[in-house]
C-alpha cells in the first residue's frame, strides 16, 4: 500500500474513532448535563451550617466539578461554548466561596471581648461584601441554563421508548 494512501485511512480511522467516541448532539448534552447537575447539586442541597468548614469544603467541590467540565469531550461548537462559560461560572463561586470561607473563619476564631467584637463586624461586613459577588455569576449561569436548555430541550434527551409492536 501507498504510504500516502495508508497516512489517509490512518487519519479518517482517527477521526472516525474521535468523533465516534465523542457521541451524538444527544450524547453530548447529556453528558454536560450531568456535569451541570453535579454543580448544581453542590450549590442547591440546603446544609444547616454556614461555617467556614462547609462553605470551604463547598470551594473545593465547585472546584472538582469545574475541573470535571474542563475534562468534558464535546465537539459541538455551542456545547463546547456552554462548556466554558460553566466551567468559569463553577471556578468564580469557588474563589467566591473560598473567600467567604476564610471570613467566616476569622469571624470564628474570633476572641469575645470588645476588640473580638469590632473584629468580627468585619468579618460580617467582609461576608457580606463577598457575598454580593455572587450575584453576577448566578446572573451568567442563569443565562448558560437557558442557552444549554434551548440547545439541549429536555424533550429531545429522554431516552427512548421501545417499540410496543416489537412484543408480537
Known amino acids: 500500500m501507498d504510504f500516502n494512501v495508508r497516512r489517509v485511512v490512518t487519519f479518517l480511522t482517527m477521526a472516525v474513532v474521535i468523533v465516534g467516541c465523542a457521541g451524538n448532539r444527544q450524547d453530548q448534552c447529556r453528558k454536560l448535563m ?28 465547585l472546584n472538582l466539578v469545574a475541573d470535571q467540565m474542563q475534562k ?11 462548556r466554558l462559560g460553566f466551567t ?58 437557558a442557552e444549554m436548555t434551548k440547545y439541549c430541550p429536555p424533550e429531545s434527551l429522554k431516552p427512548e421508548e421501545p417499540n410496543s409492536n416489537s412484543d408480537q
Open 34 to 61: 450531568e456535569v451541570v447537575d453535579q454543580g448544581n447539586l453542590a450549590i442547591a442541597v440546603p446544609n444547616n451550617q454556614d461555617n467556614s468548614a462547609t462553605t470551604l469544603r463547598l470551594a473545593q467541590e
Open 88 to 145: 468559569e461560572v463553577f471556578r468564580e463561586f469557588a474563589v467566591v466561596l473560598n473567600e467567604m470561607g476564610q471570613a467566616l473563619e476569622a469571624g470564628e476564631k474570633t476572641p469575645i471581648s470588645l476588640e473580638g467584637r469590632a473584629e468580627l463586624a468585619k468579618s460580617i461586613e467582609k461576608v457580606n461584601q463577598i457575598s454580593q459577588r455572587t450575584n453576577p455569576i448566578s446572573e451568567k449561569a442563569e443565562k448558560l441554563m
Open 72 to 82: 468534558l469531550y464535546l465537539t459541538k461548537g455551542k456545547l463546547k461554548k456552554i
